[in-house]
Nanobody, 123 residues
Framework: EVQLVESGGGLVQTGGSLRLSCAASGFTFDDYAIGWFRQAPGKEREGVSCITSDGSTYYADSAKGRFTISSENAKNTVYLQMNRLQPAATAVYYC?????????????????WGPGTQVTVSS
């Protein structure tokens, strides 16, 4: 059974940093793409970043230069380092996975989802 569990969310001031973790189990980690998504109240879920099965990384324009996605295959964990956070980043952050080479951050391409972790950036 595929399981994804996010952690690392919380309350941070504008300009601060957080590192989110996504612990994965139940599948061959190297064969899957992992993505980070977020959903703010009243808004659609949007892609933030993804890492493909071969380690390529992609970022939404809002994340470029401030967020970094990485994976630690030995721990079946993907991280999202978020720096210089702004209030607009306040949302529930989800990690998602699916098999194969996925280089899009369209949520419909990812079939497995974690429960999410809340990130709140205060002004």
């Amino acid at each position: 059974e595929v399981q994804l569990v996010e952690s690392g969310g919380g309350l941070v001031q504008t300009g601060g940093s957080l590192r989110l973790s996504c612990a994965a189990s139940g599948f061959t980690f190297d064969d899957y793409a992992i993505g980070w998504f977020r959903q703010a109240p009243g808004k659609e879920r949007e892609g933030v970043s993804c890492i493909t099965s071969d380690g390529s990384t992609y970022y939404a324009d809002s994340a470029k230069g401030r967020f970094t996605i990485s994976s630690e295959n030995a721990k079946n964990t993907v991280y999202l380092q978020m720096n210089r956070l702004q209030p607009a980043a306040t949302a529930v952050y989800y990690c998602a996975a699916d098999e194969g080479y996925i280089s899009t951050m369209n949520p419909t391409y990812f079939g497995f989802w974690g429960p999410g972790t809340q990130v709140t950036v205060s002004s």
